[in-house]
């Protein structure tokens, strides 16, 4: 398995809006002591995980996989895409080997073409929509072409303009390949895969984009973005860089091709220079993200349609080159521990491993008073928390210090929001605590 492997969950298909959206985990093989394919598949069963992409089509993990109910999204490496572009038989040999195989004992249900081809091997972009056409007629020479799909997955790089999303276009130079591309799609009724990093939107605007919006934490209405063509609203850059490439489909007159994304994710250590690089944030866009895609909300263009998408990824690779944050990307160390708990309450059973049913938002301790107390009236007012309590005379009164009663605010602002990470910030005052403030002299 000296392969790289791409790992999705997925808990439903999200091809119109009537289905529900899926969820996806991206797990690679750079893991110095990876582990076995039945210790891999192990952990897909405990975490609930009941889709896979492999990045390729490793034979031992195909072999594990089999009889497990999984669905299974194999992959065309990279360095065979020019080879199979090129030869409609080297195609039907790729198909035979790596894909009939293994049917239907193993669910494979899709086969990503390359990854981000015309970005990082853009001299084999002009045998891409061939290599997918060829796949495609091997799969219809078995019968097999209803129950698989074939596309291949983009950088959101190829999106020039990107915001507002209603002026976004694909790089013109690749029209020659997206055409093609698009009609294919649309033919077969398969899906644009997109690998959306909010991480590196925010690392690449110079402080334009704020951590904020990229982590998914709820903004005040006057720090949403607002498309000034459509007046949609956008509260993050997740919904903003799909509905980007929704824009730009429809600029090619493509509309009825639905959007998959293949890779998202946060990485949870970095360098120096990449201080957002933590658990905390990790958690944060993660946990997020899952309720988002789970809840079924679409997108500000496309209410209510699925984007289903696939977090990067299940294993940190601690084997792979580049900054420490490269290393950093997963929900789980080697050994299955995790690297964090995913903050999923309400959000379904998928890696639910969660322990925060039993938490309270309160003002940290020694912070400043007066930006304790500009959090409070944010609470009171724009949060709208019901702070009446708080008043002269009424229950909540006592003790009558902005501690106690940013502390009831911080906490009733954090419950309405059902507990989501990122909600009990309040620019640094506030603080997790397991100890109910109820019980304490701080509240009622």
């Given at each position: 398995m000296?392969?790289?492997?791409l790992?999705?969950?997925?808990v ?10 899926f969820i996806?985990?991206?797990?690679g093989?750079?893991v110095?002591?990876m ?14 995980i009941?889709?896979?992409r492999?990045?390729d ?5 195909l072999l ?20 199979i572009?090129?030869s ?8 035979a080997?790596n ?9 494979i249900t ?22 997918l056409?060829f796949?495609?007629?091997a ?5 097999l ?6 596309s291949?997955?983009h950088?959101s ?21 997206m055409?093609?591309?698009m ?9 644009f ?5 909010p991480?590196y ?9 704020p ?8 903004l005040p209405?006057?720090?949403e973005?607002?498309d000034?063509?459509t ?29 998959v994304?293949?890779?998202s994710?946060?990485?949870s ?10 658990i ?16 079924n ?5 496309h209410?209510?349609?699925a ?24 929900l789980?160390n ?12 309400g959000?379904?059973t998928v ?5 925060t049913?039993?938490?309270f938002c ?26 009446s ?22 906490n ?16 640094g ?5 397991t ?6 002299e701080?509240?009622?």
């Amino acid at each position: 398995m000296a392969v790289v492997l791409l790992l999705l969950l997925l808990v439903a298909s999200a091809v119109s809006a009537d289905e529900d959206s899926f969820i996806g985990v991206n797990v690679g093989t750079a893991v110095s002591d990876m582990p076995s394919p039945t210790q891999v598949v192990a952990l897909l069963k405990a975490q609930n995980i009941r889709h896979v992409r492999l990045y390729d089509a490793d034979r031992a993990m195909l072999l594990a996989l089999a009889n497990t109910g999984i669905r299974v999204t194999v992959s065309v490496p990279n360095e065979q895409l020019l080879g199979i572009g090129q030869s409609n038989a080297t195609a039907a040999n790729w198909v035979a080997r790596n894909v009939i195989a293994h049917v239907p004992a193993t669910n494979i249900t899709a086969i990503a073409v390359g990854s981000e081809v015309l970005t990082t091997l853009p001299n084999a972009a002009p045998v891409l929509v061939s290599a997918l056409k060829f796949i495609h007629s091997a799969l219809v020479a078995s019968n097999l072409d209803g129950q698989i799909k074939v596309s291949t997955p983009h950088s959101s790089s190829i999106i020039l303009d990107s915001f507002p999303p209603s002026q976004a276009f694909f790089n013109r130079s690749w029209d020659p390949v997206m055409v093609p591309l698009m009609k294919f799609l649309q033919s077969t009724r398969s899906y644009f895969m997109l690998n959306v990093y909010p991480y590196y939107d925010y690392m690449q605007s110079n402080g334009v984009i704020p951590l904020d919006y990229a982590l998914f934490r709820p903004l005040p209405p006057n720090k949403e973005a607002v498309d000034a063509n459509t007046l949609l609203h956008y509260t993050n850059v997740f919904d903003a860089v799909v509905d980007a490439a929704y824009f730009a489909m429809s600029y090619l007159n493509f509309t009825n091709v639905p959007i998959v994304v293949t890779e998202s994710g946060w990485p949870s250590k970095g360098d120096s220079n990449e201080p957002d690089a933590t658990i905390d944030n990790a958690n944060t866009y993660n946990s997020n993200l899952i309720r988002h895609v789970l809840n079924n909300t679409g997108t500000p263009k496309h209410p209510g349609i699925a984007v289903s998408t696939y977090i990067y990824e299940l294993y940190n690779e601690d084997s792979r080159p580049g900054p420490v944050s490269e290393k950093n990307w997963g929900l789980f160390n080697a050994n299955g521990v995790p690297v964090y708990v995913l903050h999923l309450t309400g959000a379904g059973t998928v890696l639910a491993n969660d322990t925060t049913n039993q938490t309270f938002c309160v003002a940290k301790e020694g912070s400043d008073p007066k930006m304790l107390q500009a959090a409070l009236d944010w609470a009171c007012g724009p949060g709208k928390v019901d702070c009446s309590p708080l008043l002269q005379g009424q229950q909540c009164y006592e003790p009558d210090n902005v501690v106690a009663h940013s502390t009831y605010a911080f906490n009733a602002y954090f419950q309405s929001m059902a507990k989501s990470p990122g909600t009990c910030d309040f620019k640094g005052v506030a603080t997790i605590t397991t100890t109910d403030p109820t019980l304490g002299e701080m509240a009622p």
